[in-house]
């Protein structure tokens, strides 16, 4: 059964930086390798939306307009991790953030960015 956790949320004051790392376990790294990954984040009385995302073949990244050139989306096959490298933090950054693999999502981080 394929689980994913995220870690690396808290609190921090606007301009911060934070990483969020996600672990995979339950999937072999053939099958980690050819799934797309992402981030996704659901803030209070919102739909949850896509953050970044990186290809199966870890060449393309996307990023939402909100966060190009504040955020990076990373990912170590070899760990079964993928990361999010959350730069110049603002309020409006603040969310449950989300890891998906394929179907499978993990049960979030939360992050709240003080102004």
């Known amino acids: 059964q394929v689980q994913l956790v995220e870690s690396g949320g808290g609190l921090v004051q606007a301009g911060g930086s934070l990483r969020l790392s996600c672990a995979a376990s339950?999937?072999?790294?053939?099958?980690?390798?050819?799934?797309?990954m992402g981030w996704y984040r659901q803030a209070p009385g919102k739909q949850r939306e896509l953050v970044a995302v990186?290809?199966?073949?870890?060449?393309?990244?996307t990023y939402t307009d909100s966060v190009k050139g504040r955020f990076t989306i990373s990912r170590d096959i070899a760990k079964k991790m993928v990361y999010l490298q959350m730069n110049s933090l603002k309020p409006e950054d603040t969310a449950v953030y989300y890891c998906n693999i394929g179907s499978e999502w993990g049960q979030g981080t939360q992050v709240t960015v003080s102004s």
């Open positions: 339950g999937v072999s790294g053939i099958i980690f390798s050819i799934n797309a």
């Open positions: 990186i290809t199966s073949g870890g060449r393309s990244t």
